[in-house]
């Protein structure tokens, strides 16, 4: 456990008693554009972004990115927030952490290509908001990452969206075809 937290795991992948995290890789700072909320995403998903949040507007939808780009270095401060003992986590706080984020090294923020949007709380997803996402983001190419059930055992992030075309369908490869 301790070597994941760190930031130190080798692997390319995490399965932790059946939740899966993948590596993803930093994208070049070059790669990213500054929205309007400040947060970073990958110059090649923000005309998408830009082009969904446009839409959404006409139906009275207003979205935001929450958060986009995370770099390993900020990962391995995000993750061990929770734990009562920064790097020894129990079991069972390391099991639950995971559930809901990514370990340094293993977030798909870290592409560029992730972004949270308007609200990483649990009743985003009563919200007309998320209800228009449901309906809408994929066709501007942004999926769930993580919907109810979904294979990698982790819980449901209703706000959580990768975008996918040919050139990120082999970053997340693993993922899509798990
Ligand atoms: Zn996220």
């Not at 700072?29 to 947060?39: S, W």
């Not at 939808?61 to 790097?87: A, D, H, M, T, W």
């Amino acid at each position: 456990m301790e070597e994941i937290i760190k930031g130190n795991y080798k692997g390319d992948f995490i399965n932790f008693k059946g939740i899966i995290h993948f590596r993803y890789f930093e994208c070049e700072r070059k790669d990213l554009i500054e929205t309007q909320t400040g947060e970073l995403i990958h110059k090649n998903a923000y005309n998408a972004f830009i082009e969904m949040q446009k839409n959404a507007k006409k139906e009275g939808i207003n979205l935001f990115i929450e958060s986009g780009f995370r770099s390993v270095e900020e990962q391995k401060e995000i993750f061990p927030k929770k734990f009562k003992n920064k790097f020894m986590p129990t079991e069972e706080e390391f099991y639950s952490r995971l559930k809901f984020s990514a370990p340094p090294n293993f977030s798909e923020h870290h592409t560029g290509y992730a972004i949270d949007i308007n609200s990483v709380e649990d009743d985003f997803k009563d919200t007309k908001e998320y209800l228009w996402l449901f309906n809408n983001s994929e066709k501007f190419g942004f999926y769930n990452s993580f919907p109810k059930n979904n294979k990698q055992n982790l819980g449901f992030e209703p706000w959580h969206y990768r975008f996918i075309d040919d050139e990120t369908k082999k970053i997340f490869k693993k993922a899509i075809e798990l």
